[in-house]
């Protein structure tokens, strides 16, 4: 077939299918602003929201009914110590106390007017003999007799029969031993040469009366002790006994006896019955108020830093021998000592905030034995000023004893004290023995 000749176009077909979605176009200019939409339905409820502040308070509401009580609250801390009290009004008139210790010998007083003469005393009783005195002068020898006439020489006639014995001769009143008697016929009697050897004899007997009379004064002193260094006494007792009026003061005694140069100075305390009294030693007397913070309750004294074994001398501050201390307790039927404890807000003997005796203080006697009021019915408080824990006050206690071995006290132990506002310090009293 050979090939037409082009045609004309045709006319426009139908509208294709739609073509595959083209690639995105790009972003067309905002639109305006369209209409607000409707309301939409209520949501749900939301979760609570966080609590609102505090509104103002409401009315006071009335009164509630009592609640039941509680139990009780935990014991508070100690408060602050409060200011010091007034002082209160002055107290009723205390008990009397015990007779104390004489004080020191006063001053002399000035010299009183002279008094009206009283009448005269009685004759006292004979004094002792005095010492003998010295021999006096030989006596003048005595005339001779006249001279009988010289008779006519007889013859000399038989020996006579023996003559009856002659009578003994006592030249002084002293009764000589049987030994030295002998007879002493006429014709000795006659004869002055003899009348010289009898005043010699009496010569020496004077020497002898003397040394009878200086015995007897010292068998006198042993019998009546003065109390003097040279011729002390046993105890203070036995010096009563001999002297009832001799006054209080310082005098020798010897309790061992035999030699009096171990013998001391007490002071001898007749008004109480007869004490005799030693001292502690200057370091044993005690100690000033403090709080001794360094130290723990419980421990003894002793063990202090500043502490011992307390001590004891006698009047001149001389220790005195273990062997007559044993010995003057063995002399004594009692012993009494005084302790004075003085504190601020610290317990001696008596804890009266808890009705106790619980913090009382101990003591250690002589024979190591420790006492206490849980033990020992001879201790007693004279003052206890210190069982209210209440400011600067005093306990005095008294160990007064059968138990002589117990005194004197040679240690303490001290219980309440340690808080910072507790202190103490104490005094030791002599130690008094009683016969």
Not at 255 to 275: H, I
Request: net charge negative.
């Amino acid at each position: 077939w050979e090939k037409g000749a082009k045609g004309e176009p045709g006319l426009e077909g139908p509208v294709g299918k739609t073509g595959p979605i083209g690639p995105q176009g790009a972003p067309g200019k905002p639109g305006s602003e369209g209409l607000r939409g409707m309301p939409g339905s209520v949501g749900e409820q939301g979760l609570p929201g966080p609590p609102g502040s505090d509104g103002p308070p409401g009315p006071v509401g009335p009164s509630g009914l009592p609640g039941l009580k509680g139990d009780s609250g935990s014991k508070g801390e100690k408060g602050h110590p409060g200011l010091i009290g007034l002082i209160g009004p002055p107290g009723d008139q205390g008990e009397k106390g015990d007779r104390g210790l004489p004080g020191p010998q006063g001053s002399q007083g000035s010299k009183g007017e002279m008094g009206i003469t009283g009448q005269s005393g009685p004759v006292g009783p004979p004094g002792p003999p005095g010492l003998p005195g010295a021999p006096g002068p030989k006596g003048a020898k005595g005339s001779s007799g006249p001279t009988g006439p010289k008779g006519e020489s007889g013859i000399p006639g038989p020996p006579g029969p023996p003559g009856p014995p002659g009578e003994v001769i006592q030249p002084l009143p002293i009764h000589s031993s049987k030994r030295t008697k002998r007879n002493i016929d006429a014709s000795q009697l006659v004869d002055e040469g003899n009348t010289d050897n009898y005043m010699d004899y009496a010569d020496g007997m004077e020497e002898i009366f003397g040394s009878l009379n200086s015995l007897k004064l010292e068998i006198e002193q042993m019998k009546h002790p003065s109390g003097t260094q040279s011729n002390p006494a046993r105890t203070c007792k036995d010096l009563q006994l001999c002297h009832p009026d001799i006054p209080d003061g310082e005098y020798w005694i010897d309790p061992n006896q035999g030699c009096s140069r171990d013998a001391f100075k007490v002071y001898c305390n007749f008004t109480a019955g007869g004490e005799s009294c030693i001292f502690p030693d200057k370091k044993s007397e005690g100690a000033r108020i403090t709080s001794w913070p360094k130290e723990n309750p419980g421990s003894w004294f002793s063990e202090f830093k500043r502490g011992k074994l307390l001590s004891y001398v006698d009047s001149d501050g001389n220790p005195i021998g273990v062997v007559q201390m044993t010995f003057l307790r063995l002399l004594s039927a009692s012993a009494h000592q005084n302790i004075t404890y003085n504190c601020f807000q610290s317990v001696a003997w008596h804890d009266a905030t808890t009705n106790s005796y619980d913090k009382a203080i101990r003591f250690l006697g002589s024979n190591d034995e420790e006492m206490s009021y849980d033990n020992n019915p001879y201790i007693r408080a004279l003052v206890d000023g210190c069982a209210a824990k209440k400011g600067y006050q005093k306990t005095i206690l008294e160990l007064n004893t059968p138990k002589v071995e117990q005194a004197p006290i040679v240690d303490l132990m001290f219980n309440d004290f340690g808080d910072a506002v507790q202190k103490f310090g104490f005094e030791v009293g002599p130690v008094c023995f009683m016969g």
